[in-house]
């Protein structure tokens, strides 16, 4: 029983982790269950003051790399990969994001959903809601393993 419990525990981890070759199915976010990060708060992108198009490239680049945004903007991310990989925009502190990427190299199927974090298919678009609620000065990037290494990193700049 115990080896059962025990492979039955490593199929589902082993399930849960599955990433494939296709973008996420949309998810509906329950956005007043939102938690508070150190880069801000998910934010129902229908509310957002302002929309951002970032294009993502299998140059392992975003366009725009730099997106300058004050403090309280509810900002609606529309994320387009213009590739024929798979990429990510996932939203965060340095250090979070050398940290995740880090974990995505020894798990590169990992799958995440959190409203951070948009995974978006070759010719597709995906979209964050956003509210930055601190100032300084964060970053998104492609933790899929070898992009974030190339250098797929963008800037996002939280003003007064």
Same mark, same amino acid.
């Given at each position: *029983?115990?080896?059962?419990?025990? +492979? ?14 296709? +973008? ?5 976010? !329950? ?5 508070? /990060? +150190?880069?801000?708060? +998910? =934010? !129902?992108? #229908? ?6 198009? #970032?294009? *993502? ?7 725009? !790399? ?7 903007? #509810?900002? $609606? %991310? ?12 996932? %939203? @965060?502190? $340095? ?5 995740? =990427?880090?974990? *995505?190299?020894?798990?590169?199927? *990992?799958?995440? !959903? ?8 070759? @010719? ?9 609620? $601190? /100032? ?13 290494? =190339?250098?797929?990193?963008? $800037? ?5």
């Amino acid at each position: *029983m115990r080896y059962l419990l025990l +492979a039955l525990g490593i199929a589902l981890s082993t399930h849960a982790l599955a990433h494939g070759e296709k +973008a996420h199915e949309a998810t509906k976010f !329950d956005y007043s269950k939102a938690e508070p /990060t +150190a880069f801000g708060i +998910a =934010a !129902d992108p #229908v509310k957002a003051t302002r929309t951002i198009r #970032v294009e *993502m490239r299998d140059t392992m680049r975003f366009s725009p !790399d730099s997106i300058k945004v004050k403090r309280g903007d #509810v900002v $609606r %991310l529309i994320v387009t990969n213009e590739g024929q990989l798979l990429h990510e925009l996932v %939203l @965060g502190t $340095r250090e979070e994001l050398e940290k995740h =990427a880090e974990l *995505m190299k020894k798990f590169p199927g *990992m799958e995440h !959903d959190e409203p951070h974090m948009v995974h978006v298919a070759p @010719g597709k678009s995906g979209e964050i809601g956003w509210k930055f609620t $601190r /100032t300084g000065t964060f970053q998104f990037a492609c933790l899929i393993p070898g992009h974030h290494e =190339a250098g797929m990193i963008g $800037r996002v700049e939280v003003v007064k």
